[in-house]
């Protein structure tokens, strides 16, 4: 396992980051994954012998159960959560009260003491903005994720789902008061889900934000379980939860390619998949979920599969992204300016 810098901060992270949304299974996350205290405790033992020391989970997972289970399994297992990097998220709907929901100063503090209560912790290392909030003013949130930060609950701040427009804004915004600033950035990527790469995979390099992605199988549509033949895979997070969206077709001849490649290095096609998120230059940590222990531990292959340059240039061959304006226009225009 190797360890990377989280954007321009000292902290080193595992390059494989364990997430937890199987954890729990209440309601709407029953399709996801519905691994109770024993699992739980298994997979994190699995994770953390193989050298994973980012752990990411949230308060909407199972409405806070992923959280109770991630903090109890810390305490089963007798972990030291100063050797783990604990991330959770904020803006989710808790309940159906009007104010437990969103970013504003008044969610942000009560939900980082419900998470901290939860995860048996006294501070989060990374806090997440889980996706835009269009009531709440970004000068708001932004003042209250550094105050949260002064108070030694949270240490980092990062966003996820927002875009980039709105992140450059809060950094604006940030920079101007003299306010702790977001370190990382956490979206979906994956071969089947390149759309980060037309304005957030720029912006992350020019600001030097790390970059998470999340579903880097597709909601394992890349895992090598579905075929033109059929959809259903059966036992498979997609039968239930189709998400997130993806352009299927393509995704299969994507998935020719990759399987080719899986075959010639003797790996499995999910191997491939990940290899190729985790060889990005933009890329810091790539979370990986799991709901058996042979499920994780071919997730944690992957970190042994070096895709050559020829591998990558079939891959992306298949899966680049159709051009956009004003992406051909900024490319064409900046032919004279080559050296």
């Known amino acids: 396992m190797k360890y990377n810098f989280l954007g321009n901060t000292g902290l080193l992270v595992s ?57 109890q399994s810390i305490k089963d297992l007798g972990l030291n959560a100063n050797e783990l990097v604990i991330a959770s998220k904020v803006r989710g709907r808790m309940n159906d009260k009007p104010n437990s929901v969103g970013l504003s100063r008044y969610h942000i503090f009560n939900s980082v003491d419900e998470s901290l209560q939860r995860l048996q912790l006294n501070h989060i290392d990374i806090l997440y903005v889980h996706g835009v909030d269009p009531k709440t003013p970004v000068e708001e949130t932004m003042r209250a994720l ?22 450059m804004k809060a950094l604006g915004i940030a920079e101007k008061n003299g306010w702790h600033k977001f370190v990382g950035l956490q979206y979906f990527y994956s071969l089947a889900g390149r759309d980060v790469e037309r304005e957030i995979v720029p912006l992350a390099a020019d600001q030097n934000l790390a970059l998470m992605p999340w579903s880097p199988l597709a909601g394992g549509f890349l895992s090598g379980k579905f075929t033109r033949s059929g959809d259903k895979a059966g036992n498979a997070r ?9 352009n299927k077709e393509k995704t299969y001849d994507i998935l020719d390619v990759i399987y080719e490649i899986a075959q010639q290095y003797g790996v499995s096609t999910a191997q491939v998949a990940l290899a190729w998120v985790r060889q990005q230059p933009s890329v810091t940590s790539t979370i990986i979920g799991a709901k058996t222990k042979e499920q994780l531990k071919d997730n944690v292959k992957s970190t042994e599969v070096n895709l050559s340059k020829e591998d990558l240039e079939k891959i992306d061959a298949v899966s680049a992204l159709p051009k956009e304006y004003p992406g051909w226009m900024v490319e064409r225009q900046a032919m004279d300016r080559q050296k």
């Open 15 to 71: 390059e494989l980051c364990f997430g937890t949304m199987t954890f729990g299974g209440n309601g709407f996350w029953a399709a996801i994954g519905k691994i109770q205290q024993e699992g739980v405790n298994e997979l994190m033992k699995e994770a953390v012998d193989a050298g994973i020391n980012f752990i990411d989970t949230a308060n909407i997972y199972s409405f806070g159960e992923s959280e109770k289970l991630l903090g």
């Open 146 to 167: 550094n105050d949260i930060v002064n108070t030694g609950k949270v240490r980092y701040i990062a966003v996820c789902n927002w875009p980039a427009w709105i992140v």
């Open 238 to 246: 997609r039968d239930e939860f189709d998400f997130p969206p993806i």
